[in-house]
C-alpha cells in the first residue's frame, strides 16, 4: 500500500521544483571574439579565458574541460604543446571555474554555441593554421554534440588537408608512444562517412554559420548515460531533480580515483575554482549529456579524430569508451591509443607526458 501511495504521489512530488538550465543572455549580440583573458561569446557572456603561446604558433588547440573543472586543467600539457610550437586556448565553460552563476548547468545547445564561438574566434587570432578541439572527459561530450549538432564543421570537408596515416611499428612507421611504451592498442580506420553526409553539410544555408575544426581529440570522453547507463539509476536522478534541484552533493564517498597523481589531487581540492558541492540538477544534465554524446558518436564521419583513453579509469566505465571506438571507427577517421596504466585525468597523471607527446605526433601534418 504504501508504495502504491508514494508511487501515486510521485507526479505531485516531481511537480514541486524543475531543473535550473542557464539561457543565453537576451537581448545581446556579439561577434565571437577574445579580448585580454576572456572569450566573448555571441550572446556577450564574458568566459574566463587561459591561454599558452609559443612564438609561432604552428597549430592551435581549443582546449574543453571537464565537469566541476575550469580552464587552468591544461597548465601541464599546455605549457610543453607551446615549447613545441602549439597554441593551446582553454575557457571555463558557462557555470564551471569562474563564470557566474557558478554551478548552475547551462545545457547543451549554449556549451555547444560557446564551442563554436571560441573556435570562431581562435581562427580569427590565428589564420591560416590548423584548428583542432581538446575535449576531456565532459568536455569530450561536449565536442561530440557540437558536431553532431553542426555547431562545428570541419576544415577537411573539401579536401584541402588531411592527416598523415599511423602506419605500426612494424612496417616502418612511428608509432604513438602508448604502443611503444605501454604496448596498448592502437588503431586507426579510414572508412568513408556514413552516406547521409554530415551535420556540417546539412546546416550550410542561408544564414548559417560554419565553424571549422581540423581535428578532434578526445580525452576520456564521457560518454556513458541514456541506454549505457543503470535504468534505475537514471529514473531516481530524474526524481531528484524535480524534487531538490539545487540540494548539492559532493561524491566524497564514492572512493573513486582520477588519477595517480596524489599531488595535484591535493591542489585540486585547495583550488577555490573547482567545485566541490555539485548541484542535482547538474548531475541530471551532465548524465542527460552523456547519453546524447553516446549515440553522437554515430552519427560523425568528419574530422579526424584522435582517442585516448586509460585501463584505470575509474570515472567512465570501458563498455562505453569501447562501443564508441567502434562506432567512430566505423565512421570517421580515427586514431585510437589505449594506456593500459592511464587514469581518467590522462593528461595529468604521472605518466601524462606520453599522452601529451602522442598527441604532438598525430597533429604533426
Known amino acids: 500500500m504504501r508504495r502504491l501511495v508514494l508511487f501515486l504521489l510521485l507526479p505531485l512530488l516531481a ?15 556579439a561577434a565571437p571574439s577574445i579580448t585580454g583573458d576572456r572569450l566573448i561569446a555571441r550572446d556577450g557572456a564574458q568566459l574566463p579565458l587561459e591561454r599558452w603561446l609559443p612564438g609561432s604558433a604552428k597549430a592551435v588547440i581549443v582546449a574543453l574541460h571537464g565537469f566541476n573543472d575550469y580552464a587552468r ?36 545547445q549554449l556549451l555547444s554555441s560557446d564551442l563554436a564561438d571560441a573556435v570562431v574566434a581562435v581562427r580569427a587570432a590565428h589564420p591560416g593554421v590548423p584548428v583542432y578541439v581538446l575535449g576531456e572527459s565532459m568536455g ?22 588531411n592527416l598523415p596515416s599511423r602506419q605500426p611499428a612494424a612496417s616502418g612507421g612511428a608509432p604513438l608512444r602508448s604502443e611503444a611504451k605501454q604496448g ?5 580506420s579510414r572508412q568513408p562517412a556514413a552516406s547521409g553526409g554530415t551535420p556540417c ?10 565553424q571549422t575544426i581540423d581535428g578532434l581529440i578526445l580525452v576520456s570522453p564521457a560518454v556513458w548515460g541514456g541506454d549505457a547507463m543503470n535504468p534505475f539509476f537514471r529514473g531516481s536522478l530524474w526524481l531528484l531533480a524535480h524534487m531538490i534541484p539545487a540540494e548539492k552533493f559532493t561524491g566524497s564517498n564514492l572512493k573513486i580515483q582520477a588519477t595517480d597523481n596524489l599531488l595535484l589531487l591535493h591542489e585540486m581540492a585547495r583550488d577555490p575554482n573547482i567545485i566541490k558541492g555539485t548541484r542535482v540538477d547538474a548531475v541530471y544534465g551532465i548524465v542527460g549529456l ?7 558518436a554515430a552519427k560523425i564521419g568528419t574530422p579526424p579524430i584522435l582517442l585516448l583513453t586509460g585501463g584505470r579509469d575509474e570515472v567512465i566505465p570501458a563498455g562505453p569508451l569501447n562501443d564508441i571506438r567502434f562506432m567512430l571507427g566505423k565512421t570517421s577517421k580515427l586514431t585510437s591509443a589505449h594506456y593500459p596504466e592511464g ?7 604521472l605518466a601524462g607526458r606520453d599522452a601529451w607527446e602522442d598527441i604532438l605526433e598525430w597533429m604533426r601534418p
Request: proline share 5%; net charge neutral.
Open 15 to 29: 511537480a514541486c521544483a524543475t531543473p535550473q538550465v542557464q539561457t543565453a543572455h537576451p537581448n545581446a549580440s
Open 73 to 108: 586543467a591544461f597548465a601541464l600539457p599546455a605549457s610543453y604543446w607551446a615549447r613545441h610550437g602549439v597554441a593551446t586556448y582553454a575557457y571555463d565553460q558557462r557555470g564551471f571555474g569562474r563564470t557566474p552563476p557558478r554551478g548552475v548547468w547551462a545545457g547543451e
Open 140 to 161: 569530450g561530450a561536449v565536442a561530440l554534440h557540437a558536431l553532431a549538432m553542426g555547431a562545428l564543421c570541419n576544415g577537411n570537408l573539401e579536401g584541402e588537408r
Open 184 to 188: 596498448a592498442n592502437a588503431q586507426e
Open 201 to 210: 553539410e546539412h546546416s550550410r544555408g542561408a544564414g548559417a554559420t560554419l
Open 290 to 296: 552523456m547519453g546524447h554524446a553516446y549515440g553522437d
Open 343 to 349: 587514469y581518467h585525468m590522462l593528461l595529468r597523471d
